[in-house]
């Protein structure tokens, strides 16, 4: 069985578990939390970050490298459109999701979850502040042309999906959700992945391991 290394809570994690689930792939989950010292898992992912994916004798690293994988290796159920224009918005798409989507959203998560719980620091309210008021504007106004006003981007529900909206369910447990009037299609977009019934079983199963139920 393959075994996924990750907390559940992660915005990449979350990526993984949802293209397990609706692949119907049987997965154990060992919650390996991020930022640790942990040396054995530096020799699974030497960065120390989360997830990694152990498929038999392969062992990867790094959310969008291990969703293509499954792609590739379990094509039942597809997550990424098979047209080559589709194909390329869908992995600018997931690589924005994870790269300033994540910085912006998940850092405030980072700020208000990770380092009073975790890492018992205080959280930044100025640099929150900032994200909410100054940075993540521009990237709503992109996000908002980008996303259909009805259904998924590429029709049937995918990984960019996914990818765009998964750092903004860490903001929405820090007490940040996308301002409906001003956003009202992005905003409608993440209620619709979310309400996806595997996402949604997912999101309960992880609300459930992080005690936010
Ligand atoms: N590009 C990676 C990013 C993974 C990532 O940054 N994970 C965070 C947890 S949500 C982590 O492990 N951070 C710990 C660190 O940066 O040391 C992916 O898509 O998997």
Same mark, same amino acid.
């Given at each position: 069985?393959?075994?996924?290394?990750?907390?559940?809570?992660?915005? !990449?994690?979350?990526?993984?578990?949802? +293209?397990?689930?609706?692949? =119907?792939?049987? !997965?154990?989950?060992?919650?390996?939390?991020? !930022?640790?010292?942990?040396?054995? *898992?530096?020799?699974?992912?030497?960065? %120390?970050?989360?997830? +990694?994916?152990?498929?038999?004798?392969?062992?990867?690293?790094?959310?969008?490298?291990?969703?293509? *994988?499954?792609? $590739?290796? *379990?094509?039942?159920?597809?997550?990424?459109? =098979?047209?080559?224009? $589709?194909?390329?918005?869908?992995?600018?798409?997931?690589?924005? %999701?994870? &790269?300033?989507?994540?910085?912006? =959203?998940?850092?405030?998560?980072?700020?208000?979850?990770?380092?009073?719980?975790?890492?018992?620091?205080?959280? $930044?309210?100025?640099?929150?502040?900032?994200?909410? $008021?100054?940075?993540?504007?521009?990237?709503?106004? *992109?996000?908002?042309?980008?996303?259909?006003?009805?259904?998924?981007?590429? %029709?049937?529900?995918?990984?960019?999906?996914?990818?765009?909206? &998964?750092?903004?369910?860490? =903001? +929405?447990?820090? %007490?940040?959700?996308?301002? #409906?009037?001003?956003?009202?299609?992005?905003?409608?977009?993440? #209620?619709?992945?979310? +309400?996806?019934?595997?996402?949604?079983?997912?999101?309960? #199963?992880?609300?459930?391991?992080?005690?936010?139920?």
């Amino acid at each position: 069985m393959m075994v996924l290394h990750g907390a559940s809570g992660s915005p !990449f994690v979350r990526k993984v578990q949802v +293209a397990l689930a609706i692949k =119907a792939l049987p !997965f154990e989950q060992v919650q390996q939390m991020p !930022f640790t010292r942990d040396e054995e *898992y530096r020799k699974i992912n030497p960065l %120390g970050k989360i997830p +990694a994916l152990q498929d038999g004798e392969l062992t990867i690293c790094d959310s969008t490298v291990i969703c293509e *994988y499954l792609e $590739d290796a *379990y094509p039942q159920v597809p997550l990424y459109p =098979a047209e080559s224009a $589709d194909k390329a918005k869908a992995r600018w798409l997931e690589e924005l %999701g994870g &790269s300033r989507v994540a910085e912006l =959203a998940a850092g405030i998560f980072f700020q208000r979850f990770m380092r009073p719980m975790v890492l018992q620091q205080e959280p $930044d309210e100025e640099l929150v502040a900032k994200i909410i $008021d100054k940075q993540l504007p521009t990237i709503l106004d *992109y996000l908002e042309a980008q996303v259909p006003a009805q259904g998924f981007i590429f %029709g049937e529900f995918m990984m960019a999906d996914m990818s765009l909206i &998964s750092p903004f369910v860490n =903001a +929405a447990y820090a %007490g940040y959700e996308v301002d #409906a009037q001003r956003w009202p299609v992005f905003a409608s977009f993440i #209620a619709r992945v979310k +309400a996806h019934p595997v996402v949604s079983e997912v999101l309960t #199963a992880e609300a459930a391991a992080m005690g936010m139920s």
